[in-house]
Structures are given as structure tokens and as C-alpha cells.
């Protein structure tokens, strides 16, 4: 498994947890309730997927118009209007009411744009779309089989009605639907517990295929600067430094 070729996130802290990354071509599911940090997640790993390591992103949104996620992002200093002028991220609102042919345009899309990372944000909202949870289901397998033929590393951002308890022992659904976390590669289930202190923010990875990983809650911090995870003074200075340094690439 060491051998695997990874993607790394652009979170820091977080690949440590699974040996350097997602590994190319895989679904991942990032699940937590409101305002644990889904999007800033995904944000962060299309923005430093494309400073840092040359991979193009496509940030595809149901709920969220692309201003807003656009004004989020600025919030971090992540310049995405600057990427898309540069061809090197894109974000696209696509309505969850006008799903036809859905899948065929989106591999158009990664083809021509030639992307290597895609997000769908999030799979919660069709089933408001929808109000049939087979169609739903049948939708996100459909999202499955575009990132295998394309060969994108994804996110599926998923939302759970409560913002989950620190202890997960006591089981229960880790998406909207419950399908989610079967179709995925990996799950990934992000904690707040609105109390404060170090341990406020937590992470765990649940699954991840042919990974050997840490299955703890880690703590997790959202800064200036983005997501954090097991926050280290020194370790965030070296790892904020190393994707610094790669950015004047695509100035």
C-alpha cells in the first residue's frame, strides 16, 4: 500500500493520517453537520491542489452560487477568480433541478479542462431536488462512474442532520441518504462541538481503501489560513512555508 501513487490535499496535518493522501481516481467523502467545515475543506483542496501541485480543480456546486463560494474562499485568501483567469480552477453552479445529461457534460468538462481534481458540493441538496431518495442514489452512483472513467480524484461533500457527536461509537448514518459512505473510497467525518478549547474541532477517518490510516479523532483547527488538522505551531509553520513556496509558480 506504501507504494500507491497519492494526492495530497493541500489540508495540513491531514495527509500524515493517511500516508500522504487520496490516491488518483478515488470518490471521498468529506460528512459532517452544518458549519463543521465541509466546503473549506473542499475549497482548500481544489486551491492548493492547483498552487501547490500543478492539478487542475473543478469545484462543482448544487446549493452555493459560484459568488459566494468565490467571497468564501476570499475569506482565506484563496484568489479564485486569479486561478480561473489563470485556467488552472473553475467553480460551477449547476442547478439541482436540471440534471439531464449530467454526467456526459461533466466528462466533457474534466476532459477538455483536462482536470484532476473535481468536488461535488453536496450530495444533500439533491435529495431536496429530487424527493425520491432512488433517484437520488441512482445520481450519486452515476457521480461514481464519471470519476472512475475519468480518472479525477473527488470530494462528495455530505451533510448529516446533527453536527456529530465526538463519540461516534453509538453507530448511525454518516450521510443524508446512507448511501454515500458505501460508494465512497474513503470517509472522512468532521466534529464541532460549539464548546471551545483545543478539542472543540475534531477529524477522524472512518475508511479509506488500501490505506492503512489512523482511525482517532484528531483535533482540527479552521485558521486564517484554512483547515489545520493536529495543530503543531512548528508543523504548521513548515508545512503553511512549503505550500508558500510553491505558489510563485502561478503568479
Known amino acids: ?24 481516481g478515488s470518490l471521498n467523502m468529506i ?26 480543480g473543478i469545484y462543482i ?10 467571497e468564501d474562499a476570499r475569506s482565506f485568501n484563496w484568489d479564485f477568480e486569479q486561478l480561473e483567469k489563470l485556467n488552472r480552477a473553475k467553480i460551477i453552479f449547476h442547478s439541482p433541478y436540471d440534471l439531464k445529461k449530467f ?24 435529495g431536496l431536488a429530487m424527493g425520491n ?8 452512483f452515476e457521480m461514481q462512474r464519471v470519476v472512475k472513467k475519468t480518472g479525477v480524484t473527488a470530494l462528495l461533500t455530505a451533510e448529516v442532520t446533527e453536527s456529530g457527536s465526538i463519540d461516534s461509537s453509538g453507530g448511525g448514518s454518516l450521510s443524508r ?46 485558521t486564517d489560513d484554512g483547515i489545520i488538522v493536529n495543530f503543531e505551531p512548528e508543523q504548521q509553520e513548515a508545512d503553511l512555508s512549503a505550500i508558500g513556496n510553491s505558489e510563485q509558480d502561478f503568479q
Not at 431518495?133 to 450519486?140: D, G, I, N, Q, T
Not at 474541532?201 to 483535533?219: A, E, G, S, Y
Open 103 to 126: 454526467s456526459d457534460n461533466l466528462i466533457d468538462e474534466i476532459r477538455s479542462f483536462q482536470a484532476k481534481r473535481v468536488v461535488f458540493d453536496s450530495s444533500s441538496v439533491l
Open 1 to 24: 500500500m506504501n507504494n500507491i501513487r497519492r494526492v495530497p490535499t493541500g489540508v495540513p496535518g491531514f495527509d500524515n493520517l493517511i500516508q500522504g493522501g487520496f490516491y488518483p
Open 133 to 140: 431518495s432512488y433517484e437520488v442514489r441512482k445520481f450519486l
Open 31 to 56: 460528512s459532517g453537520g452544518p458549519g463543521t467545515g465541509k466546503t473549506i475543506f473542499a475549497l482548500q483542496f481544489i486551491y492548493y491542489g492547483a498552487i501547490s501541485y500543478g492539478d487542475r
Open 61 to 70: 456546486s448544487f446549493e452555493q452560487t459560484k459568488e459566494d463560494l468565490i
Open 177 to 222: 441518504f446512507g448511501v454515500e459512505e458505501f460508494i465512497s473510497d474513503s470517509v472522512t467525518t468532521l466534529h464541532y462541538g460549539g464548546l471551545g478549547g483545543d478539542t472543540d474541532r475534531m477529524i477522524r477517518v472512518l475508511k479509506i481503501r488500501r490505506t492503512k490510516q489512523k482511525r482517532d479523532l484528531i483535533p482540527m483547527h479552521i
